[in-house]
């Protein structure tokens, strides 16, 4: 024992010294300060930071400023932005949701309005579809630039299930209620639903309320009419809802179920679900986990219509795309003019298609065929650019500090902890920022 | 390993006391031995104790300046449902902690102190949840316990529909079996050590009395592993109360708020809705019920005048 | 310390226990070998039909490697940081007669009460100021601080035993304080000193919530926040997550097997004599 033990002293000591001289080392690289001539340009790390290294590398051939690309991966990006973004590691360009996302930087006076720079480049706005672009106003002035694929949320569909079901996807919420019971004899889960999540709840909260109500009642919530909680259109939103939950569409355990963990979608693609409603990044998520599935079986449509609604149901819900929004103390907005530009070429285009995203420029429409999954990319675009309104996921029209209330509100009410009073209540606290 | 991280104040006072005679001051150490530990430990530990509390009586959302708002968050945390909600729910899930734990770790640990055939393969099997991160644990047993690809879904018998995160018993449920799972392990090397050390006499002892085997534990193994129990009480109190990581990862203080304990709604107020005076707040009332808790458990077992019972590990 | 009769309740708690705890080892194991198609199609409890370390190779391949690498150095770095910090410490609580001295071992018993959960929020404003933000040092130094208490509560217990002839032989020789430190204290407290380089290190490669709070990149990444951020990714791939669960144990396993009675004290937080 003594000797196993003395061996291990010196073995702790001289790892000690190595270890005096590794952090050092290891550390000496990490600062991204410095008063070079580079832009710091931080976005959300994922799959797509191929293409954004792509333009980072294309910019810096010309560019006498060079771009650095930092990235935050995973769930947490709003937070470590929020955390640096009034420190001395804020970056000059950073990816947002637009909306909600950038209010209180606007508030705090830390962004950069672009008006100026639109109107020396009128193309900076010009060469993206409105609907899409208009996310990153606040208070009449822009603030953001589209940056990745748009990600409107859709109807997805075991097309395999349906069919040995006997039932065509649904156009109207009688349809879906209809398949619904029909599944449920089949013993299969009509809709896969990532309730553990709790964002993909919101999703079925956000289309009811704009197909029964259009997108007004939410625009006036978010405006700060708190009454607009507790209109009639919103009791009647709520209870479509309850009706679908008692009628057994998402099954009893849909909150133990995640979409982030691969719950949800292998319910889909497995057969033990009829539909789930994703966004439209679920082809991707298909795609990786089951290739065959998702070129054969896999389905979508838009979301059904509501009779007697407010809403057109050519509208659309989702994340309408994401932002470059400048910071107001970059050393080159010149530099950052010319990087934003590049947000709109044809290889920005081209270089997203390749990947499954799709851009919201205008001139996307040239490049579709490229896309991996033309058909997918083609339905997704028209349903975009036809839409009268596309509504921003509420955790993101509202500030960050407003998600976890929501997502525990939409959680609550639909699982039956809550009432609709509840639920109404706990909107009508949000502060709109 | 939360618990370990703040381990009870073991075997020092009555050693210190004892042994301070003797000796002249010549070649003893002076206080700068002790100084770097001391700043070192002050700036990150004490300094930042102080700040909690001066945080506590200020509005900073992390992107503008830190004002001065004297009791409103402590007003507003007064009337916070989701506060005494977290605060009971921390207590409740470090009773039943307790409740779960201890009988099960003072079986295995009395039993590992034997010696059976094949008891150092099994006691390191025993070991291994002690090997893996909070972290760890956490993940895999989200994977397990999934209602369609974990377990339940194979046994449906057993666990109905698995519904086990999405209802508040289930989730509670699940919080107190994964802690256990890892922790158990632990409390029952404490009891294992103490439980060797007990002399034989004792026993043989007890055999003459004519004491059966409930006999001799009830009244020679259990006495003698009280110091034992404390030790282990303290640290699943402290532990249970400072939760995090499992909360984080296995139920987001879910569904709805029925899992979020205080330290989890401390992160939440400070890191997700960048409220860090709240935060602050909170945190403050987490250290002090943790050291009321802890001082209450320590006088009421007698904990303060013990001597270490962990020698004959 | 002989006992006697087999003890039947203990026994059969154990075996219980021993299924609760071998079982979902093995499951995980049994995982990691499966393809992602075949865990999909198999469940969890299923004896594995395919058989396949890619699992293993692809969590490299998602930059395990580099979380790996942060981690040790972020554990090396702790260890370092706590042993020469704690041991001149140990010595000045046991050896030292100044006032200040007692008062710096109460202000170290408090310490033991302070969760670091408690303190996250100005420390995160702390190492922010301080610019370290996103560093590994940022990381490492509060993770050592929380060490520090129970490593000086260990050696301090740890260096009491060794006896005052010894110092006091010593004194008469006319030695310094240094030298007593070198020659005699150091020596005899290796074992403690062993204690508290696992338990450091323990906490450094377990530490989940100073990296969550301090850290932001790929490239400052550790491990245990690397298995959080692979589960809040989409589309989440189960047998490489927990691939990487093994991975992240083996090292502490290593540990376990080669010094298993350092380990366990350093688990446990208590002396090692």
Sequence with gaps: MMTVRSRLARAVAVGAALALALPLAACGGGDSGGDADE??????????????????ETFNKTSKVKAV??????????????????????????????????????????????????????????????????????????????????????????????????????????ELLAAVNTLKGKKITPIALGGGDQWPTQMWYQYLYDRVAGPELFAKALGGDKSAWDSPDSRRALELLRQLK?????????????????????????????????????????????????????????????????GDPRNVVGNTNNFYSVLKKTKHPEAVAEFLKLQYSDEFVKAQLSIGNLPTTTNTDKFLDTATNPAYSKFQFDMVKQAPSFQLSWDQAYPPAATTTIHQAVQQYLNGRMDANGFIKAMQSLQAG | MATTTVAPPLMTEERRSGRRSGGQNLGRPGFAWALPATLFFGFFAIVPL??????????????????????????????????????????????????????????????????????????????????????????????????????????????????????????????????????????ALIY???????????????????????????????????NAMITSLVLMVVGGLTTFDTVLILTGGGPGTDTTITAYYMYEQAFKSFDFGAGAAIALLLVVVATIISLIVVRVSGYDKMRSTMEGL | MTRRRPNWIAGIGAMFWLLL?????????????????????????SLPDTFTLENYTGAFSEGFGRYFLNTVVVTASVVAIVLLLVPPLAYAIVRSRSRFTSAVFRLFLLGLAVPAQAVVVPIFYLINTAKLYDNLLGVILPTAAFCLPVCALILSGVMRDITSDLYEAMAIDGAAPGRVFWQLVLPLSRGGISTIAVFS?????????????????????????????????????????????????????????????????????????
């Design chain 3, 21 to 45: 705890v071998g079982l979902p080892i093995y499951v995980m194991v049994s995982i990691t070998v499966q393809t992602r198609a075949g865990y999909g199609q198999n469940g969890p409890i």
């Design chain 1, 246 to 310: 008692d009628a057994g569409a998402f099954g009893t355990n849909f909150d133990s179920v995640k979409f982030t963990d691969g719950g949800s979608p292998a319910l889909l693609s497995s057969g033990k679900a009829g539909f789930e409603l994703m966004g439209s990044w679920n082809y991707s998520t298909h795609n990786d986990a089951n290739p065959t599935f998702a070129a054969k079986d896999l389905g979508w449509t838009a979301f059904p219509s509501v009779p007697g609604g407010k």
């Design chain 1, 39 to 56: 832009i710091h340009i931080l976005v959300y790390g994922d799959a797509t930071n191929k293409v954004e290294t792509q333009l980072v």
């Design chain 1, 69 to 174: 690309l930092d990235t935050i991966p995973g769930a947490d990006y709003q937070t470590k932005l929020q955390t640096i973004i009034n420190t001395n590691q804020a970056p000059d360009i950073f990816f947002n949701w637009g909306g909600g996302s950038i209010t209180p930087f606007v508030k705090a006076n830390l962004l950069m309005p672009l008006d100026d720079m639109i109107a020396k480049d009128p193309g900076l706005k010009s060469n993206f579809l409105p609907s899409v672009f208009n996310t990153a106003v606040v208070d009449g002035k822009s603030y953001g630039v589209p940056m990745r694929g748009t990600q409107p949320v859709l109807l997805f569909h075991n097309k395999k299930v349906l069919a040995d079901a006997g039932i065509t996807p649904p156009q109207t919420w009688d």
């Design chain 3, 201 to 273: 290190a323990l906490q450094a490669w377990n530490g989940f919530l100073f990296p969550l709070i301090l850290t932001q990149s790929e490239s400052t990444k550790v491990i245990t926040l690397g298995l959080y951020n692979f589960q809040t990714q989409h589309g989440i791939n189960v047998p490489g997550l927990l691939a990487a669960v093994v991975l992240s144990m083996v090292p502490v396993l290593l540990v376990y097997l080669f010094a298993r009675r350092a380990l366990v004290q350093g688990l446990m937080g208590v002396g090692g004599k």
């Design chain 2, 50 to 187: 102080v700040l909690v509390v001066v945080l506590s009586f200020t509005s900073w959302s992390g992107i503008g300046s830190v004002e001065y708002v004297g009791l409103a968050n402590w007003r507003r945390l007064a009337a916070d449902p989701t506060m005494t909600q977290s605060l009971w729910l921390s207590v409740l899930l470090t009773a039943l902690g307790v409740a779960v734990q201890t009988p099960l770790s003072l079986l295995i640990g009395v039993w590992a102190a034997g010696h059976q055939r094949n008891r150092a393969v099994l006691s390191a099997i025993f070991f291994l949840p002690l090997l893996l991160s909070m972290t760890a644990v956490s993940v895999l047993w989200r994977v397990l316990l999934d209602p369609n690809f974990g377990v339940p879904g194979q046994l449906p018998g057993l666990f109905g529909d698995g519904n086990l995160f999405g209802s508040r018993t289930g989730a509670i449920g699940v919080l107190v079996f994964v802690s256990s799972w890892q922790f158990i392990p632990f409390h």
């Design chain 2, 192 to 226: 294992q050590g103490a439980a060797r050390a007990v002399p034989a006499v004792l026993y043989q002892a007890a055999e003459v009395d004519g004491a059966g085997r409930w006999g001799q534990f009830r009244h020679v193994t259990l006495p003698q592993l009280r």
